[in-house]
């Protein structure tokens, strides 16, 4: 069965560096996400991604974050200046034609910042 | 913003016992899914429930939309070790693609 896939799977930074998270969603759909589960907490949505621009986003996600689709099977997600608080596991997930199905998830990328 | 509250937290059982899993709202969702994630791991999605009074049945777990879709339980029959797991409840703000989880049923089947 098709999946979303992600890479890496534990990225560890320095605090103020940049990090690029990247995500494979499955071939046929059309709508991608990234949440993020801070440890012990729940699942949060940041951004949705649709006809190559953000149809949707968060509070979380201000101007240190930002997504890109730069080929026709990447999507990545850029979080510059990071900061202690980033660290979390950040989700990719993808949907098929129309925002009412379902959403399909990567195993995540577990991210901390030192 | 929607919350979505997931009852009990915790919830420990004999194998071979029958569970009810709650995830209750005071909004509306158009539509709603459970999910189950293994700790390292994301969401494994195991249902959509969209039209209010809706019942899905899968293998042993069956799961329900209310009718106001602003609630939705997930009952497990004769549960077994492989069941242990964390379920999650997600659902979608209308006109959005945002989904809104909760925090979750963790589950554990003994033997």
Redesign the interface.
Known sequence: EPEVTQTPSHQVTQMGQEVILRCVPISNHLYFYWYRQILGQKVEFLVSFYNNEISEKSEIFDDQFSVERPDGSNFTLKIRSTKLEDSAMYFCASSRADRSQPQHFGDGTRLSIL | TQLLEQSPQFLSIQEGENLTVYCNSSSVF??L?W?RQEP??????LV?V?TGGEVKKLKRLTFQFGDARKDSSLHITAAQPGDTGLY?C?G?EGG?????????TKLTVNP
Do not use: D, H, I, R
């Open positions: 158009s539509s899914q999910y390292g791991e994301g969401p494994v999605l959509t969209v999650l997600a979608l959005s693609e945002k989904l809104v989880f909760g925090k979750g």
